[in-house]
């Protein structure tokens, strides 16, 4: 096959389209790849299949399956969106890394999630849909009542969020499932009103079965998720992505949190201005 995606956007849409298609181990492979654009782009093969759980071979099997001879002819897609990028965060922290012997533990561990956070960020800017966001904000800033669900490693987001919206006069409601009274405190959630969903792999399985079960009832549900691979992706609409680096397997959510800011005071503004 010839005709195959020489750009980021049209092998991340070929991904999503053929990824429900593929065995166990290729979809695996695919939301990793996803998720991970930056560790695609600059590791080498034994190292991306370590991270992705896979062996090597299955990474020549995926690229292969969506059309490019072999790997590295895929990964040069990878590594073409970021040609233009003047800071090579992975290389930064590999350097980091390598004067371990002359920093504190504690300053490097800092270094490092400042470098795990500015990745995030950067990736954010990148990614995120101008369009996608307003149709977020306009679903959410007509909502009666904004259902912020998320759970476990996604907490303190829904949380910050319904801080700040108290704060900002927006009509709110955490579902914290303490008492595990999560599906009783979505029950009172309408048509008219909208649920902001928030998880990323591996998915809290009570913020998605809770979703999808709005969804179901027509409430209308936003998303923040990690990518189109994300069950939230397939029941959310509209749904933003977002990618965060990690340090020492902690990843950061500094990125989630701006998202997060950005939403809150924007549904506000929006409301303002209808007033």
Known sequence: MTDVPRDFPALKALITQRAAALPKRLTQIAAFALENPDEIAFGTVSAIAAQAEVQPSALVRFAQAMGYQ?????QEVFRSRLRDRILNYNERLEQLRAH???ASKPHLIFQGFCEASARSIASLGEKLDPAELDRAVERLAAARTIYLLGLRRSYP???YMAYAFGKL????????AVGGLAAEQMTFATHEDAVLAISFA???????QLARAAAGRGVPLIAVTDGPLSPLAQVASPWIEVGEANFEGFRSMAATLTLAMTLTVAIAGRRQQEA
């Not at 072999?70 to 895929?74: E, K, P």
């Not at 591996?202 to 998605?208: D, H, K, V």
């Open 169 to 176: 006069g927006v009509r709110s409601h955490l579902v914290d």
């Open 100 to 102: 371990a012997e002359t």
């Open 70 to 74: 072999g790997f590295s002819d895929m």
């Open 157 to 159: 987001i829904a949380a």
């Open 202 to 208: 591996p998915y809290a399985s009570e913020t998605i």
